[in-house]
Nanobody, 116 residues
Framework: QVQLVESGGGLVQPGGSLRLSCVVSGFTFSSYTMRWYRQAPGKERELVATISSTGGIRSFANSVKGRFTISRDNAKSTVYLQMNSLKPEDTAVYYC?????????WGQGTQVTVSS
C-alpha cells in the first residue's frame, strides 16, 4: 500500500536551517508530482512546495520563496524540503503528499518548531 514517512523535523532557532525527508513506497515514485504542506496550530493546512515527477518544475508558496527548496531523488523514492532562514511563523507540522489514482495520501507529519 502507499506509504509516506517524513523525518527531519525538530527545534531550531530563528535563522537556522532544517532538511525534511519523505520516503515513499507503494507506487512508482518517479511518475508522480510530490508536494509538501504544513499546518500550524489553529490554521488550515497550506501548500508549501511542489515538484514535478522529473524535478524539472518546482513551485513555492510566496511565504517561503527564496528560503525553501524542494528536491527529489527518484532512485531513493525520496522527496526533500530544504528550509533555510527559518522564521517563527514557519512553526508547523509538515506533511508530504501525493495524489495517486485520484486518492490523496499523506504522511504522519514531522514537527518543525522555530524558536529562540
Amino acid at each position: 500500500q502507499v506509504q509516506l514517512v517524513e523525518s527531519g523535523g525538530g527545534l531550531v532557532q530563528p535563522g537556522g536551517s532544517l532538511r525534511l525527508s519523505c520516503v515513499v513506497s507503494g507506487f512508482t515514485f518517479s511518475s508522480y508530482t510530490m508536494r509538501w504542506y504544513r499546518q500550524a496550530p489553529g490554521k488550515e493546512r497550506e501548500l508549501v512546495a511542489t515538484i514535478s515527477s522529473t524535478g524539472g518544475i518546482r513551485s513555492f508558496a510566496n511565504s517561503v520563496k527564496g528560503r525553501f527548496t524542494i528536491s527529489r531523488d527518484n532512485a531513493k523514492s525520496t522527496v526533500y524540503l530544504q528550509m533555510n532562514s527559518l522564521k517563527p511563523e514557519d512553526t508547523a507540522v509538515y506533511y508530504c503528499h501525493v495524489t495517486y489514482r485520484d486518492t490523496d495520501y499523506w504522511g504522519q507529519g514531522t514537527q518543525v518548531t522555530v524558536s529562540s
